[in-house]
């Protein structure tokens, strides 16, 4: 049976299921996303594509050669990424957004800047087009966290608490 997101604040949501209503508290929450209110099932995870932004040190990738397909390149970045987050979340929050573009085709610049497992992935594509590049390290720290999956809803806290 699917469980219904009745109301919503920015602390906790409250649920109604097979079971009654329950109020899910949020602690130390990081973001959200609110889609629907109907929802066939909600979860707790401490490992999903979400949570990789927290939980991993990130990096800095920057181009230092200029490739005459960057078009090409940036969507086989974007497709890579997108499949790699399980289309959790856009491939602009990593990429340098609209300069993207720029950065490929005039061969300098800021391309990425995320976890260390997405910034692989932009260093295979770069490599295997031979583009030139260099990774700087940037944030070191990891946090623990926790995500709330409730259909395609989600909330990143470091806990929940759940009260029937």
Known sequence: MPSLIAHRQSTYWEVLDEKGTSRIHFIGKKEFQVAEDEVPSIDFVSVHPLL????????????????????VILAELKEGLLEATADWR???????????????????????????????????VLSKSHIAHSILPARQETFPVQALIAGRNWVVAEKFRVER
């Open 52 to 71: 990789i932004d927290y939980q991993e040190r990130h990096s800095s990738i920057y181009v230092a050669e200029a490739t005459a397909n960057p078009l």
């Open 90 to 124: 856009d491939a602009n929050n990593y990429l340098n957004g609209s300069a993207s573009a720029a950065v490929l085709s005039q061969g300098h610049g800021l391309i990425f800047r995320g976890p260390e497992s997405l910034g692989s992935l932009v260093v295979g």
